[in-house]
């Protein structure tokens, strides 16, 4: 934008100076011409006063007085009787001159001189327009620069605030540049600035309240289940649901623990380095049971022994809900895969089902985005839960779905901790 002004105003300035300047300069050089011809005349009229006063007087007349009189002219003077007199330098022949003749009673006088003078003249008065022109350009370029700047730095700046406001950071910067309309521009952000940080706040607030007030029901529902466990009469049945229905309570926990953590703006949560393959083949066992009813298989493959970051309870959070995802939308056998690349450790979830629809397949991930069969807040949490703990969540292949869930490396998060500890180097 900057260099868009700087040449339109650059050209608005060159085309004025051009319709000035051009005939300025046409008038300049007609008129030393016109004006070197009229000294002439005036000069011829001279010397033709002068000699017909000698000859009526009967002085002499000598060609030293005349050129003494009109020095830098080349005057030819003749007499009745037809005497010739020369005064000045004769001009080369073939030099263009400017010249006048005037003649009376018999006296004919011719003054003369070198158009290469007029021409001098009119060239040095033709390269003081011409610095003027520039000198004109030249202030035109810097006052459009002055302007360009004093136009785009404002406008520069409001992007950076745009740009601050989407990355969360919405503090009013309170700027003002001079310029009205920007100036308006700058109150709205500032305004939308305060409306954003107002929002967030509210949100992390509702956040950190929900989750708050969802602990107390969950631990005393812990206890009662514990106490429903250790006071079984049938050990092998109640005590079997009553531990699962335990670790379903405990992982909620988890949960709303990640949740507070994430309102805390803690990104790491409560992550540590663990083994991923109890929570993986606890997930298939634990979901086998309803696909089998649907005539479906959950099979396990890849790597075993990885070690990644996590929160035990949110990673088993995530499984289910990609694996209920895929009891839903999905088809065929589900294959849960765990691999290991050089950044992280991954866990591949797909099935072999129609896949994600187009429509939808770039915003699978967002708030209350769904096929059809669901409330569109599964994808959305569960990514929301991957990312506290510093990892993500991808859908890498649409037709049939597959999920990836990238998990850093312990060594990674060892690495991590250290420079947490011994701060920046």
């Known amino acids: 934008m900057r260099r868009r002004l700087l040449l339109s105003t650059l050209a608005v300035a060159v085309v004025a100076i051009l319709l000035l300047g051009i005939p300025l300069a046409y008038a300049t050089n007609r008129l ?24 009526e007087s ?3 007349i000598t060609k030293d007085l005349i050129a003494q009189e009109f020095p830098g002219r080349y005057i030819v003077v003749r007499l009745p009787d037809d005497t010739l007199i020369t005064a000045g330098t004769a001009p080369p022949k073939g030099t263009p001159v400017i010249s006048d003749r005037r003649s009376t009673a018999g006296i004919q006088v011719e003054v003369s ?3 290469s003078q007029v021409e001098d003249d009119a060239l040095r008065s033709m390269l003081l327009i011409g610095s003027l022109v520039l000198l004109g350009v030249a202030v035109t370029v810097g006052l459009a620069m002055v302007q360009a700047r004093r136009l785009t730095l404002p406008l520069i700046d409001l992007a950076e605030t745009a740009d601050r406001l989407g990355t969360g950071n919405a503090r009013p910067r309170r700027r003002r540049y001079g310029i009205p309309e920007v100036d308006r521009v700058a109150e709205v952000l500032d305004r939308s600035a305060v409306r954003i940080a107002d929002l967030l706040a509210a949100s992390r ?25 250790e006071a079984a009469d049938y050990p092998d049945v109640v005590r079997e649901e009553g531990s ?31 083994g991923i393959d109890e929570i993986v083949a606890q997930q298939v066992e634990e979901w086998q049971p309803i696909f089998s009813r649907d005539g479906r298989e959950v099979r396990l493959t890849g790597e075993r022994e990885l070690v990644a970051v996590i929160t035990p309870a949110g990673l088993s959070q995530i499984i289910a809900t990609l694996l209920d995802n895929s009891l839903v939308h999905g088809a065929g056998t589900v294959t849960l895969h765990t691999k290991v690349t050089n950044a992280s450790v991954v866990i591949e979830v797909g099935d072999e089902g129609p896949g994600v629809p187009p429509e939808i397949e770039r915003r699978v991930f967002e708030r209350t985005v769904t096929g059809g069969k669901g409330t569109g807040l599964g994808l ?3 990514r929301s839960l991957v990312s506290v703990d510093g990892g993500r969540l ?21 690495l991590a901790n250290e420079r947490v500890v011994s701060g920046p180097v």
């Open 32 to 55: 030393i011409h016109e004006e070197a011809q009229q000294s002439l005349e005036r000069e011829a009229a001279a010397v033709l006063a002068g000699v017909q006063f000698r000859l």
């Open 58 to 60: 009967k002085q002499p």
């Open 113 to 115: 001189e070198e158009a």
């Open 205 to 229: 607030e509702f956040a950190s309240d929900a989750s708050h007030q969802l602990r107390t029901p969950l631990t005393a529902l812990t206890m009662r289940l514990d106490e429903m466990v």
């Open 244 to 274: 699962a229905a335990l670790a379903q309570v405990e992982r909620l926990v988890a949960v709303v623990e990640q949740l507070l953590a994430r309102a805390r703006h803690d990104r790491t949560g409560a992550a540590v380095p663990a």
């Open 380 to 382: 959305y949490l569960a």
């Open 394 to 414: 991808e859908l890498v292949r649409s037709r049939p779905a597959c999920f990836a869930i990238f998990l850093r490396k312990a060594t990674e998060a060892r």
